[in-house]
């Protein structure tokens, strides 16, 4: 503003300069062109234009002439009280508004959502222990319903496990004890059912330091010098020795042991399918659902197996090892079209843990190894294959519930949303009543998984 102000008498009519501290309500002063206003007033006579900028921001300059606040004050005279007037009318509607906002908020509580697939996992863990399986991931019980293959092991998984010495051949009886110190700690089944056989002869073991298992081979040590290999034929490449070769071409599991390279024994044994083998092949190719045969055993004895089984022999595999078995199940799931497989490998030993730990769902035989159970997803605690069966019908009952939940609560948010929101004219949801919509939208969810402990499976 202006320092000072050009004062007019208004009885003389006389002008003078003075501070514009000094200006009193109801002095008349002269605002001269180019000049700044000295303090605010309102225009008696003439008209100007005004520099407004640092108070509107705009440069163009806005003219002042006589009444012209006399004009404003007349339209705010008129417009603040329709304003008043209007909010007073609209006050109703806005709290309105806000009821009916609040309600929206309140009935569509996310919890049903939140509880549909959790509350069916924990119940269809329960429901599966009871039946001797164990879930040990989520996606286990998701997927399992989809399986396109199943992987079967052989010894201790469609067979028992605990096969029967049928015959031997023994060069030197001598040396059965250093046999015996071998392979006392492994705990693949043909070596425990070998050192079994042994034990009861009354072979007493030597003591044999440091036996190493190679897995999907045999064991082998250093004895003083001399080398002591126990394992499979082929691996001690005596597959087409003449006391080898005929008792692997009747189906026979052919168990051998050498030192330093020279055959010492050779041990048959035969393994009886499980009781329940046969049903739950002949149940899953029923399903539509491909049964494959890899193991590390010899020929004879795998293709005996699969023909007792009725394995198509385009799905058996021998002689395999850890790492074929691996991309056997690799090459299973790069084989879907549109969608990708869901491969099941069940095993129980230490050479099917890559396998088990490759294949879409592993499932682990509790009689088996400890290294093959931690890579599996599945574990049936009791040696029943049908175990397989029921993985698949209750992964099928969970995710038939799941998508239940799912349905109920679309339904549920969209229709009580709808009745919150006032969309209905003469149907809606009290806002004293909104809290009651968390119970109506989660029992049934509650209910739903519930009822899975009584679903016939």
């Not at 863990?125 to 989809?146: C, L, N, Q, T």
């Not at 599996?376 to 009791?382: E, G, I, K």
């Not at 509650?446 to 402990?453: D, G, K, M, P, Q």
């Amino acid at each position: 503003m202006a320092s000072t102000a050009i004062i007019i008498n208004q009885t003389s009519g006389t002008e003078r300069e003075i501070d514009a501290r000094l200006l009193q309500y109801s002095d008349t002063f002269r605002v001269l062109p180019d000049t700044r206003i000295p303090t605010d007033g309102t225009i008696i006579n003439r008209s100007s234009e005004v520099d407004e900028s640092m108070l509107t921001s705009e440069s163009r300059l806005v003219e002042k002439y006589p009444k012209s606040v006399n004009l404003a004050d007349r339209v705010a005279s008129y417009f603040i009280p329709i304003v008043l007037t209007l909010a007073v009318i609209t006050s109703e509607a806005t709290i309105q508004a806000i009821t009916y906002a609040i309600t929206v908020l309140i009935v569509s509580c996310p919890c049903a959502i939140g509880l549909a697939v959790p509350i069916v996992i924990v119940i269809t863990s329960g429901v599966a222990a009871e039946r001797g399986i164990v879930f040990k991931s989520a996606d286990a019980i998701e997927v399992a319903h989809k399986t396109s293959h199943v992987v079967f092991d052989k010894t201790g998984t469609l067979t028992r496990g605990k096969l029967s010495v049928v015959t031997k051949n023994c060069e030197n009886e001598n040396n059965l004890p250093l046999l015996l110190g071998l392979i006392k700690n492994s705990r693949h089944p043909v070596s425990v059912s070998v050192a079994a056989h042994l034990k009861d002869a009354g072979v007493m073991a030597s003591t044999v330091p440091g036996p190493k298992s190679l897995t999907g081979k045999g064991v082998e040590a250093t004895f003083y010098g001399r080398k002591l290999r126990a394992g499979n034929s082929r691996w001690l490449n005596l597959s087409e020795n003449e006391l080898v070769q005929p008792l692997l071409a009747q189906g026979y599991t052919v168990f051998c042991f050498t030192i330093d390279n020279a055959l010492q024994a050779v041990y048959c044994l035969e393994d009886e399918p499980r009781p329940d083998a046969a049903s739950t092949i002949q149940t899953l190719q029923k399903r539509g659902i491909s049964v494959h045969l890899v193991s590390g055993d010899d020929d004879g004895a795998v293709q005996s197996l699969a023909c007792k089984l009725s394995i198509f022999n385009g799905n058996v595999r021998s002689r395999s090892s850890p790492a074929d078995k691996k991309d056997y199940i690799q090459t299973l799931l790069s084989t879907g079209n549109h969608k990708k497989p869901v491969i099941v490998f069940c095993g129980d030993g230490t050479n099917d843990a890559v396998a088990l730990a490759q294949a879409t769902i592993g499932v682990h035989m509790n009689e088996g190894t400890d290294v093959a159970q931690s890579a599996a997803d599945v574990v049936l605690m009791r040696p029943s294959l049908a175990g397989i069966l029921t993985m698949m019908d209750v992964s099928r009952k969970s995710v038939n519930r799941i998508k239940f939940n799912f349905t109920w609560s679309f339904v549920y948010n969209t229709f009580a949303v709808l009745l919150a929101a006032g969309a209905f004219v003469n149907a809606r949801i009290p806002l004293e009543f909104a809290g009651l919509g968390e119970l109506v939208s989660v029992l049934p969810v509650i209910a739903a998984a519930l009822l899975l402990r009584w679903s016939k499976i």
